[in-house]
């Protein structure tokens, strides 16, 4: 992949998918969902972190901080898709076999605590999808959220009553 600004999700982009996930969640604890955010960029400054161990992150500390009353998992899920997704790369599994892969692999991660393992599936399971220029990242984040949306229908279910 080629070297570009990496852009990052903001506070009200994952209110927006906790809401349209959960209608009556609300942000439980503001300082827990900015850590929760900050956390990738933070890594990469810091760590020199790429882009799936950012990612990974991301979906790590949504699901761990829990900052919204309801549906912190799913939140993750959809943010951390859409991460990637506007970062030019996209989840992909492998064969049938996989169904519900992501959903399950996030379960893990809350159990074992295990970012390393999240992050090896997560690079195994990630390609690149069209290259998205900088001006165009704010106009595609809300398609992401759809595309992901979409593509994660089944895992949002499973993860719903979990």
């Given amino acids: 992949m080629d070297e570009h600004t990496t852009f990052y999700l903001e506070k009200g982009s994952c209110i927006d998918i906790n809401q349209l996930l959960v209608s009556n969640s609300t942000v439980k604890d503001s300082n827990l969902l900015e850590s929760a955010i900050a956390a990738p960029q933070q890594s990469a400054y810091y760590e020199g972190a790429d882009i ?20 912190n998992k799913r939140t993750a899920l959809i943010a951390g898709s ?4 506007v970062n030019g ?3 992909v599994y492998m064969d049938s076999d996989e169904d519900l892969a992501y959903a399950k692999e996030i379960e893990r991660l809350v159990v074992s605590r295990g970012r ?3 992050y090896q599936w997560l690079a195994a399971h990630s390609m ?3 290259k998205v220029e900088q001006e165009e990242r704010v106009v595609l984040m809300k398609q992401s959220i759809e595309l992901s949306m979409k593509q994660f229908a089944q895992e949002l279910v499973y993860l719903k009553d979990r």
């Fill in 116 to 118: 390393e393992r999240f």
């Fill in 52 to 71: 799936m161990m950012q990612a990974a992150l991301l979906i790590e500390r949504l699901v761990l901080n829990h900052p919204f009353t309801d549906g």
């Fill in 128 to 130: 690149e999808n069209q």
């Fill in 89 to 91: 790369l996209r989840i």
């Fill in 82 to 85: 859409t991460f990637l997704l």
